[in-house]
């Protein structure tokens, strides 16, 4: 009978050591005991990046990368995006059940009447310079929501951390929609409660000044582009969701951290970067020498849009929103960077180099261009991806709450520099 067990044999001592297997993984710590000293610290496993660490384990969101699978709590993102409205996948995610008829209204009841926000956040909004980045607005704003709301840091009161997962769910496209508003320089727009969440969103953006705006096909889709970036487990934005929050602070400013993350360029900010990068092709004639640069460029330049961390096969995601595109350009009309896209993506395909590294487009790829399409400017695309992120990042925060064996977040490091050395004063430095 073979054992769940990993030998490993310490070619310096010639000891041997048994380490149990669980879900095909080690436990880092039982490495500890493999010393060659008594008095050592014990073996470490080195994973910048951490390219080959699970930090938790969660029952959430599952991928199977190589196959281009997603699913939350067990459903296909392609049913859910087919069948379901974002609050009711939010809910999935949070309570790990679709709800009932009678669940689900409650639900979107709760979220619906917390959708306004203190008058005083306006100030704040009306402080960022004209220019400002609405991603930056948000995140600051988001932060500063924890001053007003002292009881999110009873995190360990289930009841305070409902409210406050139905309290961020709520506000954010109303924050959201206000950096944008700011950032013309239009006049707010109040949430409107007779109006869905998509609906009242896309009302508090583009009221008054984008006539197709009221189309429910684009509300819709808006709707399904917040499912499809609900969550997608252990990403760089919701690990900094689950470190900051092990420190136990409070969601606000958990979430807040999580946005800046989501933020950078290589992560929610990458569809910002896709539609600079069709720009700047220009022309379909152009995307043969775009290609050959990034090759050549060998990580210099890269084709964004394209690979994923996870991934190995074509995103699913990205399957369902060039569907979607067309729905959404046959009201907007076409974008004409989506030719461009359409060339990038064939040659790119058949290109060995993409080939080989098992390159495909990611969510990112033609969401942009929806966004595009429907009036967002660019920089608002990475605003609207933490909106439909933030039910996953609380859903993952709780998890983390409720989980026994998480502690504060803290990751060893391979110590580098000098050794121990006399300090000079200034009269002796060179
Ligand atoms: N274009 C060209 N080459 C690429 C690309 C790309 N988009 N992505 C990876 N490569 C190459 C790398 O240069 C590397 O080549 P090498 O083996 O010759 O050195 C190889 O593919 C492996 O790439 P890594 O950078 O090691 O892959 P990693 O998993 O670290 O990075 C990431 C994943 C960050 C998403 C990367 O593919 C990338 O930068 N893509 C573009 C940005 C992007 O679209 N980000 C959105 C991701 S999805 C999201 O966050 C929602």
């Not at 991934?311 to 060039?322: C, F, G, L, T, W």
């Not at 977040?409 to 050794?419: D, E, F, L, N």
């Amino acid at each position: 009978m073979p054992k769940n067990t990993l030998t490993i044999t310490d070619n310096r001592t010639g000891k041997l050591y048994e380490i149990p297997i669980e879900n095909e993984t080690i436990r880092a710590t039982d490495l500890r005991q493999v010393k060659v000293k008594e008095s050592d610290f014990g073996m470490m496993s080195y994973d910048p990046a951490f390219l080959n660490t699970a930090s938790c384990k969660s029952s959430i969101t599952y991928i199977d990368g190589d196959k281009g699978i997603l699913e939350y709590r067990g459903y296909p993102i392609e049913q859910l995006a087919e069948n379901c409205t974002f609050l009711e996948v939010a809910y999935l995610l949070l309570n790990g059940e679709l709800p009932t008829k009678n669940e689900y209204e409650d639900w979107v009841q709760s979220v619906t009447q917390h959708t306004m926000i203190h008058e005083n956040i306006k100030k704040f909004m009306d402080g960022y310079h004209h220019d400002a980045h609405p991603m930056g607005m948000l995140l600051g704003t988001v932060g500063a929501l924890s001053t007003f709301y002292s009881d999110a840091r009873n995190i360990q009161d289930t009841n305070s951390r409902k409210l406050q997962i139905i309290r961020l769910i709520a506000k954010m496209p109303t924050l959201a929609a206000f950096a944008y508003r700011h950032s013309v320089g239009f006049p707010y727009i109040y949430p409107n409660n007779d109006l869905n969440y998509s609906e009242n969103f896309l009302n508090m953006l583009f009221g008054n000044t984008v006539k197709h705006i009221k189309h429910p096909t684009l509300a819709k889709a808006l709707d399904v582009l917040f499912i499809l970036h609900a969550d997608h487990e252990q990403n760089c934005s919701t690990s900094a969701m689950r470190s900051i929050g092990s420190s136990q602070t409070d969601p606000f400013s958990s979430t807040s951290g999580a946005i800046a993350a989501l933020y950078g360029p290589l992560h929610g900010g990458a569809n910002e970067s896709v539609l600079k990068m069709l720009e700047e092709i220009g022309t379909i004639n152009n995307v043969p020498s775009f290609v050959k640069q990034v090759k050549e460029g060998k990580g210099e330049k890269k084709l964004m849009g394209f690979g994923h961390r996870v991934y190995k096969n074509y995103d699913p995601r990205a399957k369902i929103i060039k569907r979607l595109a067309e729905h959404v350009f046959d009201i907007t009309g076409r974008n004409p960077l989506l030719d461009i896209a359409l060339e990038l993506e064939r040659i790119a395909l058949e290109d060995e180099y993409f080939i080989k590294r098992k390159l495909y487009p990611n969510v990112d790829f033609y969401s942009g261009l929806i966004y595009q399409a429907m009036g967002f400017p660019t920089s608002m695309f990475t605003v609207l991806f933490a909106i439909g992120r933030t039910p996953g990042w609380l859903s993952q925060w709780q998890e983390l709450l409720s989980d026994s064996e998480q502690k504060i977040a803290r990751p060893r490091q391979i110590y580098v520099g000098k050794t121990t050395r006399e300090f000079v004063p200034f009269t002796k430095r060179n």
